[in-house]
């Protein structure tokens, strides 16, 4: 990758919690890097540490019972305006770890360097405060703009993403609006300080196909015309197709597999995604074709089973799957898997090929 075009970059990232029935390990290891200017996607079931990781970049991960116990969260510099805290040399040269700050630094860097548009908008937005009130509020708290100037840009945001009458809908409160409306509120908030990047979790969820579609083309419009990178969060393959470069694929807090979408959805490369692809509906089927659904759930994170967290619920585990944590390795370019079946020396299994 291009080191001049890299935004962010997460390296080592663990997260834990510590709870009364022991230690959860919520993201274990986490590498991943957000190039400028891009649309990455992270999926998985519920519970595979997605939200985790996006929250644990943020930093607001509850403590307790929650703790960031190792790696960094590199953001570039230059965007942030902190050259006092930029590395100096080496491979993070220019770069700003997010981990290292002071509250208050990061304080500045939520909703202005870094939106987030959160699952739930009926939760996220105060139900006794006006629209206009949150929408103005990010803007004047990080100095952008004075009260008159806020509400102005506010009101040009709601008609950006399509509220109709924005300058009325100022003054209404969230229950007078539409689930799809409020929706479109949380990404006009999460886009008004014009952020370097935007983490969406989630953000079709409870809304219907049609207005998922709406949300979905709404997002790439506005990130043509903002230059923002995304980071979209789902478990619903089907959402990210369309609109990210590269897909994540997550499971037990770690990734299995990573790369471009073209070539991880003509090329699946690890048996969990393949079996992710395998329970939804293909519009391009040639027959009909009944879903095969992952047998089993994930595993308990408090006591996380040994060697492939993926091996009790896979149909080509090994002797080897059940001993040892398979590294994540290089099967193409910009393509890497978890999994022993792309080792040289492993047999041929029927039904799975081997990337690259």
């Known amino acids: 990758m291009d080191e001049t075009n890299l935004l962010m970059r997460v390296d080592r990232l663990t997260t834990n919690f510590h709870t009364y029935a022991g230690v959860v390990?919520?993201?274990?290891?986490?590498?991943?890097?957000?190039?400028?200017?891009?649309?990455?996607?992270?999926?998985?079931?519920?519970?595979?540490?997605?939200?985790?990781?996006?929250?644990?970049?943020?930093?607001?991960?509850?403590?307790?019972?929650?703790?960031?116990?190792?790696?960094?969260?590199?953001?570039?510099?230059?965007?942030?305006?902190?050259?006092?805290?930029?590395?100096?040399?080496?491979?993070?040269?220019?770069?700003?770890?997010?981990?290292?700050?002071?509250?208050?630094a990061m304080m500045k860097v939520r909703g202005r360097h870094i939106g987030m548009i959160f699952q739930d908008p009926m939760v996220s937005l105060n139900p006794v405060l006006t629209i206009g009130l949150q929408m103005t509020e990010s803007m004047v708290a990080h100095g952008l703009a004075t009260n008159e100037e806020a509400w102005k840009r506010a009101v040009d945001m709601l008609a950006l993403v399509g509220?109709?009458?924005?300058?009325?809908?100022?003054?209404?409160?969230?229950?007078?609006?539409?689930?799809?409306?409020?929706?479109?509120?949380?990404?006009?908030?999460?886009?008004?300080?014009?952020?370097?990047?935007?983490?969406?979790?989630?953000?079709?969820?409870?809304?219907?196909?049609?207005?998922?579609?709406?949300?979905?083309?709404?997002?790439?419009?506005?990130?043509?015309?903002?230059?923002?990178?995304i980071i979209i969060?789902?478990?619903?393959?089907?959402?990210?197709?369309?609109?990210?470069?590269?897909?994540?694929?997550?499971y037990a807090g770690r990734i299995l597999e990573e790369a471009d979408v073209y070539d991880l959805?003509?090329?699946?490369?690890?048996?969990?995604?393949?079996?992710?692809?395998?329970?939804?509906?293909?519009?391009?089927?040639?027959?009909?074709?009944?879903?095969v659904p992952i047998e089993g759930s994930p595993p308990d994170l408090l006591a996380p089973p040994v060697g492939c967290k993926f091996a009790p619920r896979c149909k080509y585990a090994m002797n080897i799957c059940r001993e040892q944590e398979p590294p994540l390795v290089t099967v193409g370019e910009g393509h890497r898997a978890r999994c022993f079946l792309h080792h040289p020396t492993a047999p041929a299994v029927p039904g799975f090929v081997k990337v690259g």
């Open 163 to 229: 509220i109709p009458n924005p300058e009325e809908r100022m003054r209404d409160y969230p229950h007078q609006y539409s689930g799809g409306m409020r929706q479109r509120v949380m990404i006009a908030m999460a886009l008004s300080c014009s952020p370097e990047l935007v983490i969406a979790d989630e953000p079709t969820t409870s809304l219907d196909v049609t207005v998922q579609a709406q949300i979905l083309e709404l997002m790439k419009e506005l990130k043509a015309k903002l230059k923002s990178s």
């Open 25 to 104: 390990h919520a993201v274990d290891d986490m590498t991943l890097t957000i190039p400028k200017d891009s649309v990455v996607g992270i999926v998985g079931e519920s519970g595979s540490g997605k939200s985790v990781t996006m929250m644990s970049v943020m930093r607001l991960i509850p403590s307790p019972p929650g703790r960031i116990e190792g790696g960094h969260v590199w953001f570039d510099g230059a965007a942030l305006g902190m050259p006092d805290r930029m590395e100096k040399d080496g491979p993070n040269k220019g770069m700003v770890d997010l981990l290292s700050l002071p509250a208050d």
């Open 233 to 250: 969060i789902s478990h619903d393959l089907s959402i990210v197709a369309g609109i990210a470069n590269k897909v994540v694929v997550m």
């Open 265 to 291: 959805y003509e090329k699946p490369g690890h048996p969990y995604t393949m079996g992710l692809m395998k329970s939804v509906p293909r519009l391009d089927a040639e027959n009909r074709e009944r879903l």
